[in-house]
């Protein structure tokens, strides 16, 4: 609601940025990486931009009816409701397709998974910024809005959107990954366990220093990719 009306790229970006500085960090016990997209067990992960019909019903008459309580499925419910009659991506996959491959369209989801799954501007080129890290990343963003502001292209709102929805989609990986840093620090304090402990606190400097920074090892690298992929 607070991106009405703005660019749709833009307000999946800053809807992406809202969960990275809310969403509680989850490491589970004995648990070496760290991962984005869920704060506990048996969460219902799902994005209401792409799809909420099927999250509706299988909340309340199939396979994910036990994962809330009440008051959980009465929020979800709300949020669904809200989206229900706004465009989606699913509304603009519609309009874009041939009428004959409509029958395609209707095995739910299948088109949309194999087609439109990451479509948009929001994809990480991982390869190339594990050399240089998102800091590099962002660098090289930057550079690229402030040539397309200046010269002013023929598709200058195009990708000029494109571009500042990368910067926030970028910035939000960082501030996920120092906020599980810090996360990673309190467990390390609560925890008796001096195995477990000292697995905690290189997992706060890894976190500090990756996606930010390129990797300069096997466990940095792996725990890039986890961040900027999950």
Not at 68 to 85: K, P, R, S
Not at 90 to 96: A, I, K
Not at 148 to 153: A, D, I, K, N
Not at 167 to 173: F, H, M, Q, T, V
Request: glycine content about 4%; proline content about 5%.
């Amino acid at each position: 609601k607070q991106t009405g009306g703005q660019p749709a790229i833009i307000r999946r970006a800053k809807a992406y940025a809202n969960y990275m500085e809310k969403v509680a960090p989850f490491i589970s016990p004995g648990q070496k990486f760290s991962m984005a997209g869920t704060s506990e067990f048996n969460t219902v992960p799902f994005h209401a931009i792409k799809y909420n019909k099927w999250v509706k019903r299988a909340i309340h008459d199939q396979t994910m009816r036990k994962m809330l309580n009440e008051e959980e499925t009465v929020e979800v419910d709300e949020i669904l409701d809200w989206w229900a009659g706004q465009s989606t991506i699913w509304d603009s996959m519609r309009t874009q397709i041939p009428d004959w491959l409509e029958r395609y369209r209707q095995f739910d989801g299948t088109f949309m998974w194999a087609q439109w799954e990451g479509s948009g501007a929001l994809a990480p080129n991982v390869v190339r910024s594990l050399w240089g890290g998102v800091n590099g990343e962002i660098w090289d963003t930057e550079k690229k809005l402030n040539d397309v502001e200046s010269t002013l292209p023929p598709d200058y709102v195009n990708r000029k959107n494109n571009l500042e929805a990368k910067l926030i989609y970028l910035k939000a990986r960082n501030t996920f990954a120092h906020r599980t840093a810090e996360h990673c620090r309190q467990l390390a304090k609560q925890t008796d366990d001096p195995e477990r402990k000292a697995e905690l606190e290189q997992m706060a400097e890894i976190n500090d220093w990756v996606p930010a920074n390129p990797p300069r090892n096997f466990w940095e690298a792996l725990q890039y990719c986890n961040t900027v992929m999950s």
